[in-house]
Nanobody, 112 residues
Framework: QVQLVESGGGLVQAGGSLRLSCTAPGTIFSIVSMGWYRQAPGKQRELVATITSGGVTVYADSVKGRFTISRDNAKNTVYLQMTRLTPEDTAVYYC??????WGQGTQVTVSS
């Protein structure tokens, strides 16, 4: 079983920043795309950003220019740097490795 360990969520005021981290087993990290998704109350889970093993990134339109996804292959860790946060960014953020593997989620709450 693949376990993804997430950290970095919390409460922040609008306009603030947070950085999420997700560590995956080294056996898969180097060969799969990694991604961040989020789910707000009453809404479907949606893509936030993904990064391939080669470093190619994709972002949701709603976060372009504010969020940055990156990966440290030496640490088997993917990051999501979030800036200029708004209350609309409030959600549970999930890390995803490849297709089938998900983290447990970390809460991000942005107060107005």
């Amino acid at each position: 079983q693949v376990q993804l360990v997430e950290s970095g969520g919390g409460l922040v005021q609008a306009g603030g920043s947070l950085r999420l981290s997700c560590t995956a087993p080294g056996t898969i990290f180097s060969i799969v795309s990694m991604g961040w998704y989020r789910q707000a109350p009453g809404k479907q889970r949606e893509l936030v950003a993904t990064i391939t093993s080669g470093g190619v990134t994709v972002y949701a339109d709603s976060v372009k220019g504010r969020f940055t996804i990156s990966r440290d292959n030496a640490k088997n860790t993917v990051y999501l740097q979030m800036t200029r946060l708004t209350p609309e960014d409030t959600a549970v953020y999930y890390c995803r490795a490849g297709s089938p593997w998900w983290g447990q989620g970390t809460q991000v709450t942005v107060s107005s």
